[in-house]
């Protein structure tokens, strides 16, 4: 998709964030909300080339209360957001926070009610990963830098052996340098893409979020 080094931290020269798309075969995005699906549709017309740009957004955001943008979010001056930090008092506190849970799409929404119900708004922040390729590796650094003394987490909704975890993880070990992990939360590997049953979707995702929010999950173990 990209001829970046996921082994490999890119050096930051001129715009970065262009040459990036400059040098990759398709762009593909997974947007969460209304204005970011607009700027990016935009910036696939004002690019001085053509790249296929895949966008895995799904229809249910359309009608989804939570999707909703502001004008000013779409007023002159504001641009695509390949990655979209947390805004919650976490970010205010970045110091206090022990957990950041990386996702993108839909769940963000899913994680983003589950974790107001524990209220753990200044434990847990939420970052949105809008681009998945070209990975956002410089977004992403900034992100890891700013909550010093949190774990790391991906999570997502697909199987493990389906979403994005498998591209994702070893950027994220190059961002850290080895240094820590990036634990994955979601649907354990399966042959199928859906369970087939309503009841069993649900379980799922009840388990997963539990998980996600459960700040004592990964203690002890090894990466």
Avoid at 45 to 69: G, N, Q, V, Y
Avoid at 77 to 96: H, M, N, V, Y
Avoid at 129 to 157: G, H, M
Avoid at 191 to 201: D, E, I, L, M
Wanted: glycine residues 4%; hydrophobic residues 35%; positive net charge.
């Amino acid at each position: 998709m990209s001829k970046d080094n996921r082994d490999h931290f890119p050096e930051f020269s001129g715009d970065f964030e262009v040459q990036q798309l400059y040098d990759c075969n398709w762009i593909v995005v997974n947007c969460s909300t209304p204005a970011n699906y607009c700027h990016v549709l935009r910036r696939q017309i004002l690019l001085p080339f053509r790249k296929p740009l895949i966008i895995f957004t799904p229809k249910s955001l359309l009608r989804h209360p939570d999707a909703k943008s502001k004008f000013d979010d779409l007023a002159k001056g504001t641009k695509f957001k390949r990655l979209i930090p947390d805004e919650t008092p976490a970010s205010q506190s970045p110091g206090r926070v022990k957990r950041v849970i990386f996702c993108t799409g839909k769940v963000y929404y899913e994680l983003a009610k589950e974790r107001k119900r524990q209220n753990l708004e200044g434990d847990v922040a939420i970052v949105r990963l809008e681009q998945i390729s070209p990975f956002p590796f410089d977004l992403v650094r900034a992100e890891v830098e700013k909550y010093t003394n949190a774990e790391l987490v991906w999570c997502q909704e697909e199987h493990k052996n389906m979403g994005y975890y498998d591209f994702v993880r070893p950027r994220f070990l190059t961002v850290v340098a080895n240094k820590k992990p990036i634990w994955y939360v979601g649907r354990d590997p399966a042959a199928a893409p859906a369970t087939g049953t309503k009841s069993t979707h649900l379980n799922e995702l009840k388990r997963f979020m539990d998980t996600a929010f459960n700040l004592n999950a990964f203690q002890g173990r090894k990466f």
